[in-house]
């Protein structure tokens, strides 16, 4: 049976990308004492954004986002994602150079940095469909 793909954090993404990160044992290890809404989206897009929710490092819901304030925002081009994603290009050095945008608490997010950066890489494991 052939996987299904899904359109570039459209909102089946993000909830095939939850449960890509509910089954990360390490993350969720890491990330145990962390809790915040994640808000991402393509630059340019961010009408279409789709948020996580990260309680106590599991992630409890996924979605469209809302306009309520988030903890955290990421937003690349579509293009920067795809290297992130695929290991192209690393995450540390994605923020370093502004190819990846990024709102919110930058102690939290050193702090984290090994979760955040594995939380990255993990988008490489949703089926995705780039063509949007």
Same mark, same amino acid.
């Given at each position: 049976?052939?996987?299904?793909?899904?359109?570039?954090?459209?909102?089946?993404?993000?909830?095939?990308?939850?449960?890509?990160?509910?089954?990360?044992?390490?993350?969720?290890?890491?990330?145990?004492?962390?809790?915040?809404?994640?808000?991402?989206?393509?630059?340019? $897009?961010?009408?279409?954004?789709?948020?996580?929710?990260?309680? !106590? &490092?599991?992630?409890?819901s @996924?979605? #469209?986002?809302? %306009?309520?304030?988030?903890?955290?925002?990421?937003?690349?081009?579509?293009?920067?994602?795809?290297?992130?994603?695929t290991?192209?290009?690393?995450? $540390?050095?994605?923020?370093?150079?502004?190819?990846?945008?990024? !709102? &919110?608490?930058?102690?939290? @997010?050193? #702090?984290?940095? %090994?979760?955040?950066?594995?939380?990255?890489?993990?988008?490489?494991?949703?089926?995705?469909?780039?063509?949007l």
């Amino acid at each position: 049976m052939e996987e299904k793909m899904h359109k570039f954090l459209s909102e089946e993404w993000i909830k095939a990308y939850a449960q890509e990160w509910n089954k990360n044992e390490k993350l969720k290890n890491e990330l145990k004492d962390f809790s915040a809404s994640i808000k991402y989206y393509i630059e340019g $897009k961010e009408d279409q954004a789709v948020e996580l929710v990260v309680e !106590k &490092g599991v992630a409890k819901s @996924a979605g #469209k986002a809302n %306009s309520h304030s988030y903890d955290f925002e990421l937003w690349a081009s579509l293009e920067n994602w795809k290297k992130l994603a695929t290991g192209d290009m690393g995450p $540390k050095a994605a923020m370093l150079t502004k190819r990846l945008k990024f !709102k &919110g608490s930058m102690i939290t @997010a050193m #702090k984290y940095m %090994s979760a955040f950066e594995e939380s990255l890489r993990m988008m490489g494991k949703v089926p995705t469909d780039w063509d949007l």
